[in-house]
């Protein structure tokens, strides 16, 4: 970008620039070492600041993971002891006799261990049903075992809760409030492991509840900050549970959490980094340069995710910036008065000589070419009246050499007319080649011109609509409703998308048509019409839109079977247990059928399940003439029993990478349709061959997890021409389908079977399209119906 100094200051004379100049060059050298100076200057404190405060934090995370440690080796000290083990065995095999001797002695040496430590509040033992069998509390400044009497009835489960999703051995930690008997709240840490008997189920959970402050005073140690900072622990909610600046309420943080939140001091951008669980700073945006980490308690456990946090107000850090900042600006006062008295007499050497140049400059300009400028300075300024001088002299020379050059121009011009002849010409065959179709319209809604595209796209010659409307050409009810065009007098000032339908010898088109007002010579109004056949994206979209209804389908009946069989697994049972009991014949008869039934429901519901929620896809390198084979000798007793002839013609094909379960019940769902739909005694011809394809093909498919097929979700499968593929034919001379139904064989739950679900088909066909691989189908009614696979092999198949 050009920036003109005179149009944005046209009042300044050159003297006022000059001097604006010189007071520029003197203070911008340091104004720029100034600012550089303080911005490294500020930038290296902030690193300073972050080193030391990621420093810190890293240091006081690491004294409450050797604090938690500490705890972690007493719980598992206290439990792994030979009398606590003793006393588990004792209740868990409810031996009164051992339980009383037991648990004077776990609890006694509990009270031992802990008199030793100044950081426990209680231990307590609670059973597999979450009630309190055993109590150790700090009471008084002394540890005394809790009377059976005296302990707690409610239930406890919600430890259960707590380390349902840990590993065995693996500790619970939480923040908790507990109440004493002066009903003053403690903040308290609790540990919790889950203990399991010999067959690995939970026989109880063992509690230890340690005083917050103990390991609060382990942060409150020597940090780097001597003034300024602040060090708090909160949880992903932004409540408190430490701050330290409120040493002596911790009480109040933790009973009040609705009154104090970190998150409403700061802006979101605050909010989304602390929980993000990843060691950090933020130093941009606030007064403040905060450092943060998360903390040790235990992700699995709800609400357990706390940070702890290290902040610096940034006027602790920045002062000594501020004062170079202040030294800076007199420095830059000094230098630019200093630069504008000396500019002010040295513009006195130049205005002068300027005013006479400026007088000739005048004269000259009025046609009086032998004016002479006379300026005796002996610099650029006398050069330039010299320059003025010439120019007097040059000007009727000009004149002359203006003369010679409009005629050589009319010559060009006509060169250039030329020119523009024939680019226009390669612009109509450019036209005439896009499979658009354009159309230019003038005022009055008549055809001025048409590319050649309008031949293919509605069966028009261009030549032969030129001059007509646009209604008169086209002459197609489809087409011309509710245009535009039609229902307004001139032509609309903004361009407009519509859609249209084009009937052509009776096969309908979808057309996206866009109008657009251009301009042409004279200011004449013209509309541009551009015609765009969009059959082909109207289907893709249709077809897209009705797998998006099938997801939604798929995963509600997904949701409804999985109820259905729960039940039904019930009623089998039921049944079940019901013909082992004694009971006459024909009562074991229709218990018999009710069964029938219900397996039956079984497979069509656990059909649906498969259909929902998909299969893995495991592709392995195997013989697919193998995998056939296997499927008719599957399907043969049916053959045998409708006296059905099969025919087979299997090439022997080398390897290819397949899922073989899946290609398999692909092959055994065609051969089970093709026997119902076939006659007694008909014929089912099978027939597998390595081949390359001939043209090119292409299928839409819907693909539930498609990661291992490096497909999209909705993915168009495209075969190119003179690809190698497996290709399978199934065909039969049973009735042959509908040709109304031949497009829907496919849908999920589409059957015109009495007792069908719709499923086979549609699975066989995402098992075909999970091998990047299209199924077609051939039918004629009462003459038999032939199923095509086509399998790609890959380049490296062997």
């Known amino acids: 970008m050009n920036l003109n100094i005179n149009k944005v200051l046209p009042f300044l004379s050159l003297r006022k620039k000059l001097i604006i100049a010189f007071s520029l060059l003197s203070s911008i050298p340091l104004l720029t070492f100034g600012i550089v100076g303080l911005y490294n200057n500020i930038e290296l404190m902030r690193k300073i600041a972050i080193e030391n405060l990621n420093h810190d934090i890293s240091i006081y995370n690491e004294r409450a993971q050797n604090f938690i440690s500490e ?3 007493d719980i598992y000290y206290l439990t792994s002891t030979a009398v606590f083990k003793n006393f588990l065995k004792s209740n868990l095999n409810s031996d009164r006799k051992n339980i009383a001797k037991y648990y004077e002695e776990t609890t006694k040496q509990i009270v031992d261990f ?25 009471v008084d400044s002394t540890f005394c075992i809790i009377n059976p009497d005296s302990l707690s009835e409610h239930t406890f489960r919600f430890y259960f809760v707590y380390t349902e999703k840990l590993q065995p051995g693996q500790l619970s930690i939480v923040p908790s409030e507990l109440i004493d008997k002066n009903n003053r709240t403690i903040p308290a840490i609790s540990f919790a492991l889950r203990l399991y008997d010999d067959q690995k189920n939970t026989s109880a959970i063992f509690i230890a509840d340690i005083f917050a402050k103990e390991l609060f005073n382990t942060l409150e140690k020597k940090s780097t900050f001597h003034y300024g900072q602040e060090v708090v622990i909160v949880n992903n909610e932004g409540y408190y549970l430490y701050h330290s600046g409120k040493k002596k309420n911790w009480n109040s943080l933790l009973a009040h959490k609705t009154e104090e939140n970190i998150l409403d001091r700061y802006p979101e951008k605050f909010s989304h980094a602390i929980p993000s669980g990843q060691h950090g700073y933020i130093s941009d945006g606030f007064d403040e340069i905060i450092s943060y980490l998360p903390l040790f308690f235990n992700p699995l456990s709800e609400g357990n995710a706390y940070y702890i946090i290290e902040k610096v107000d940034e006027k602790y850090i920045f002062g000594p910036s501020r004062r170079f900042a202040y030294i800076s600006i007199g420095f830059i006062l000094f230098f630019l008065i200093l630069s504008i008295s000396l500019g002010i007499l040295a513009t006195n050497q130049i205005a002068l000589p300027i005013r006479k140049v400026k007088a000739g400059a005048h004269i000259i300009a009025s046609g009086d070419y032998h004016h002479r400028v006379e300026i005796k300075t002996n610099d650029e300024i006398e050069e330039l009246a010299e320059q003025f001088n010439v120019m007097a002299a040059v000007l009727n020379e000009r004149k002359k050499l203006l003369e010679k050059q409009q005629n050589e121009l009319e010559v060009t011009v006509i060169h250039r007319t030329n020119e523009l002849r024939g680019e226009k010409e390669k612009m109509q065959v450019i036209l005439d080649n896009v499979p658009s179709a354009f159309i230019l319209l003038d005022d009055q809604c008549r055809i001025i011109s048409a590319s050649l595209a ?37 032509i609309p000032r903004v361009p407009f998308v519509s859609e249209r339908k084009l009937s052509i010898s009776g096969v309908q088109k979808n057309i996206e048509q866009i109008m657009v007002p251009v301009t042409l010579q004279n200011d004449k109004t013209a509309l541009l ?82 259909f929902s929620h998909g299969t893995e896809f495991n592709p392995q390198k195997q013989q697919i003439v193998k ?23 299997l090439e022997n094909i080398p390897q290819i990478e397949i899922d073989g379960n899946m290609i398999r019940e692909a092959i055994i769902n065609l051969l089970l349709n093709s026997v119902q739909a076939t006659k007694d005694n008909g014929e089912i011809n099978i027939t597998c061959r390595a081949a390359v394809t001939e043209k090119n093909m292409s299928d839409l498919a819907y693909f539930e997890n ?32 509908h040709p109304k139904n031949l497009k829907k064989i496919f849908d999920p739950f589409f059957t015109t079977k009495k007792n069908g679900s719709g499923l086979g088909l549609a699975m066989v066909k995402r098992a075909i399209n999970r091998h990047n691989g299209i199924i077609e189908v051939q039918s004629e009614l009462n003459k038999g119906t032939t199923f095509t696979i086509f399998i790609p092999i890959k380049s490296n198949t062997t």
Do not use: W
Request: glycine share 6%; hydrophobic share 40%; aromatic share 4%.
């Open 71 to 73: 705890v972690n080796k």
């Open 627 to 649: 995998l056939l084979e296997n499927a008719i000798i599957f399907i043969k007793p049916q053959f045998d029993e409708r006296g059905i002839k099969l025919k087979t013609d």
């Open 454 to 490: 309008i031949k293919k796209l509605a069966g028009i010659n261009p030549s032969a609509i030129i001059g007509l409307r646009c209604n008169e050409a086209f002459g197609d009810e489809l087409f011309c409703s509710d245009c535009i065009l039609l229902q307004q007098e001139k």
């Open 114 to 138: 802990v008199s030793s430590k100044n950081i426990y509040y209680q231990i307590r033992y609670v059973d597999s049903e979450g009630t309190e069998k055993f109590r150790v509390q700090l």
């Open 706 to 737: 498609t990661n291992q097929t490096g497909l999209n979700k909705y993915s168009r499968i495209n075969i190119p021409a003179g690809s190698r593929v497996v290709q399978i034919e199934i065909s039969d001379t049973g009735e042959g389908i």
């Open 529 to 610: 019409e551009i015609l765009t056949d969009i059959t082909e994206r109207k289907r893709t979209e249709q077809h897209l839109l009705k797998l998006e209804k099938l997801v939604t389908i798929g995963e509600t009946s997904a949701l409804i079977a999985h109820e259905i069989r729960n039940s039904l697994t019930t009623v089998k049972m039921l049944l079940q247990l019901q013909l082992e009991s004694d009971m006459n014949e024909e009562e074991k008869e229709a218990l018999s059928m009710a069964l029938g039934s219900l397996l039956k429901m079984e497979t069509v519901v656990n059909n649906l399940l498969t």
